[in-house]
């Protein structure tokens, strides 16, 4: 069965520093989100994404955040200038129709 | 926007007994309400959902509820099995399908 995959696992950066998180979609799939998760807390949205353009954002989702789907296979959240408050686990998803969505192993990013 | 609100944040049964989990949501514009399994460490996975035109939806030992005019669905393991033990997660959005608002999760522990 096809999964969404995501690289790194886990990634420290240092406060400041500029981090691109990876994911590779589901092949047929249309839309696209970034969610994070703070340890032993609830699932945030961030983003979605469909149509090679941000569908929705949440106030979480600031000018230092973007995303990009550059080559029709990857999608990317890029965090500019990381904060120590930006440490979470990171979970990309995808679907081919809009509800069902499948969510990737994720990226622990700890900024230190 | 949504507010999902999720009862109770832990949850002990025996091994065998039912286990109930219920979210309000507050938008009632909202229409599809996913519930997610996540065990430590892993993603979280889709396992059951429920759409607003539907009232009950059954999968084997799973099932939900929605009761639309009261804003509130709830999610029904029965037989539990200390396999069942995790974060579960209930989740809503509208039909844009663009932005998904998360409860803040369950801890279930199934004691054998």
């Known amino acids: 069965e096809p999964e969404v995959t995501q690289t790194p696992s886990h990634q420290v950066t240092q406060m400041g520093q500029e981090v691109i998180l990876r994911c590779v979609p589901i092949?047929?799939?249309?839309?696209f989100y970034w969610y994070r998760q703070i340890l032993g807390q609830k699932v945030e949205f961030l983003v979605s994404f469909y149509n090679n353009e941000i569908s929705e954002k949440s106030e979480i989702f600031d000018d230092q955040f973007s995303v990009e789907r550059p080559d029709g296979s990857n999608f990317t959240l890029k965090i500019r200038s990381t904060k120590l408050e930006d440490s979470a686990m990171y979970f990309c998803?995808?679907?081919?129709?809009?509800?069902?969505?499948?969510f990737g192993p994720g990226t622990r990013l700890t900024v230190t | 926007g949504e507010n999902v609100e999720q009862h109770p944040s832990t949850l002990s049964v025996q091994e065998g007994d039912s286990a109930v989990i219920k979210c309000t949501y507050s938008?009632?514009?909202?229409?599809?309400f996913p519930w997610y399994k996540q065990e430590l460490g892993k993603r979280p996975q889709l396992i059951i959902d429920i759409r607003s035109n539907v009232g009950e939806k059954k999968d084997q030992r799973i099932a939900v509820t929605l009761n639309k005019t009261a804003k509130h669905f709830s999610l029904h393991i029965t037989e539990t099995q200390p396999e069942d033990s995790a974060v579960y997660f209930c989740a809503a959005t509208t039909n844009t399908g663009n932005q998904f608002y998360f409860g803040t999760g369950t801890s279930l522990t199934v004691i054998p």
């Open positions: 998803a995808s679907t081919l129709r809009l509800y069902e969505q499948y």
């Open positions: 092949s047929n799939h249309l839309y």
């Open positions: 938008d009632s514009a909202s229409n599809y």
